[in-house]
Structure formats: structure tokens, C-alpha cells
């Protein structure tokens, strides 16, 4: 069973990790957030589920306005990875017990992720505060990045930090 954005709301203070919450209309896109979202501080951010020839699943994650080179990515050698396409969204419901437009880090309270890679971009990582959406499209949940590690690595996943600009 999924968890709840209460549950991820206890988990957060289990943690003793400060966050805040914003409501607002559902997004489902980055221009979508960009316009409805108001003026929320921090870097925005958006998740990217991914699957490798080989089956392995990785979850990306970087700043919104980033773009994601997979060929550069899967060539860099930075990854135990092969070719890299688009998980589907069975795939995405099954293991981080959410639908298409919800993914973030976040999904890791769900507990069916240790087997994913997890790819932080380091640019990301720079901001104080980061925003996602807290297992649903209609608010977001401004964390601090040291926080954010807290929370990954509290589900035992080491995750990649990597440059994307000089992959």
C-alpha cells in the first residue's frame, strides 16, 4: 500500500527534518508549475524513472529547467548502468506507489525502491531549499538538501550526485 502525504508528514518529523507545504491546483507539467505554483523559494525540481536495458530502475532527479542527456549519461561510465529509456507507468506504480506526474524522491517512504539507483544532480544539490511534490500533484514541499540526503539515505540508498554538465 502507497503512503500517504501524512505518513511522509510523520516520516519527515520521525526524522526531525523541518519542511513546508504549499497547496495549489494539480500540475502536470514543468510550464504548468512554472505558472500556477506562485512564488515558492527555492529550486524547483523535477524526477525523471528510468529503466535500463538490463532492467535496472533509476530515478533522477534535477532542476526543472536541466535537461537530461541519457546517451551522455549511460556513456559517462558514472553509473552501473546500460542503455537508458522511460519506465513505464506500471512500473512506476509498482515500485514507488505513485502515478506519472507525482514521482519525487519522496516515493522512497514507499519501500519497494532499494533496488533503484537514485541520480542527484550536483547543480540541484547547490540550492539551500528544493521543492517536490509531496506523493501527489497538488502542493509542494519546500526540504532543505541536507535534509533531503537525511531522508534517502535514511532508506538505505547511497544516491549518485553527479555533474551533469560534464557528462
Given at each position: 500500500?502507497?503512503?500517504?502525504?501524512q505518513?511522509?508528514?510523520?516520516?519527515?518529523?520521525?526524522?526531525?527534518?523541518?519542511?513546508?507545504?504549499?497547496?495549489?491546483?494539480?500540475?502536470?507539467?514543468?510550464?504548468?508549475?512554472?505558472?500556477?505554483?506562485?512564488?515558492?523559494?527555492?529550486?524547483?525540481?523535477?524526477?525523471?524513472?528510468?529503466?535500463?536495458?538490463?532492467?535496472?530502475?533509476?530515478l533522477?532527479?534535477?532542476?526543472?529547467?536541466?535537461?537530461?542527456d541519457?546517451?551522455?549519461?549511460?556513456?559517462?561510465?558514472?553509473l552501473?548502468?546500460?542503455?537508458?529509456?522511460?519506465?513505464?507507468?506500471?512500473?512506476?506504480?509498482?515500485?514507488?506507489?505513485?502515478?506519472?506526474?507525482?514521482?519525487?524522491?519522496?516515493?522512497?517512504?514507499?519501500?519497494?525502491?532499494?533496488?533503484?539507483?537514485?541520480?542527484?544532480?550536483?547543480?540541484?544539490?547547490?540550492?539551500?531549499?528544493?521543492?517536490?511534490?509531496?506523493l501527489?500533484?497538488?502542493?509542494?514541499?519546500?526540504?532543505?538538501?541536507?535534509?533531503?540526503?537525511?531522508f534517502?539515505?535514511?532508506?538505505?540508498?547511497?544516491?549518485?550526485?553527479?555533474?551533469?554538465?560534464?557528462?
Amino acid at each position: 500500500m502507497s503512503a500517504s502525504e501524512q505518513d511522509l508528514f510523520e516520516c519527515f518529523k520521525r526524522l526531525g527534518i523541518e519542511t513546508t507545504t504549499f497547496r495549489h491546483p494539480p500540475l502536470h507539467s514543468v510550464a504548468e508549475s512554472r505558472h500556477l505554483r506562485g512564488e515558492i523559494p527555492g529550486g524547483h525540481c523535477k524526477s525523471l524513472f528510468l529503466k535500463d536495458k538490463k532492467g535496472q530502475y533509476l530515478l533522477v532527479v534535477l532542476l526543472e529547467d536541466r535537461t537530461l542527456d541519457m546517451v551522455g549519461l549511460f556513456k559517462s561510465g558514472a553509473l552501473p548502468t546500460k542503455r537508458l529509456s522511460f519506465a513505464s507507468a506500471e512500473a512506476m506504480v509498482d515500485m514507488l506507489g505513485v502515478t506519472p506526474g507525482s514521482v519525487t524522491p519522496f516515493c522512497l517512504i514507499n519501500g519497494s525502491a532499494k533496488k533503484l539507483i537514485m541520480v542527484l544532480d550536483k547543480q540541484m544539490m547547490e540550492h539551500d531549499l528544493l521543492n517536490y511534490h509531496p506523493l501527489h500533484n497538488e502542493a509542494t514541499t519546500t526540504i532543505s538538501s541536507s535534509d533531503l540526503m537525511k531522508f534517502i539515505i535514511h532508506f538505505g540508498i547511497d544516491p549518485f550526485v553527479l555533474d551533469f554538465d560534464n557528462l
